[in-house]
């Protein structure tokens, strides 16, 4: 699997992923489990939704294969 995700969208990913589970866990709403997303596709590197559009913030040529 090749990383489609730069250094700058992981970390934003992280922030917003952590961001959504903590409001979620606060308020105890289902609202976190949708920070499972951005949060597993920072920890691997790759975002499947990136693909079609063929878009790759990692500073590499695109090459997607899943």
């Not at 699997?1 to 959504?20: Q, S, W």
């Not at 709403?29 to 913030?57: M, Q």
Request: glycine residues 12%; aromatic residues 10%.
């Amino acid at each position: 699997m090749n990383k489609n995700i730069g250094k700058v969208d992981r970390t934003l990913r992280i922030i917003l992923g952590l961001a959504l589970i903590v409001y979620g866990v606060i308020e105890g709403t289902w609202i976190g489990a949708i920070g499972l997303i951005p949060l597993g596709t920072a920890i691997f590197s790759i975002c499947p939704l990136y693909c079609p559009f063929k878009i790759s913030t990692s500073g590499s040529d695109y090459n997607c294969k899943l």
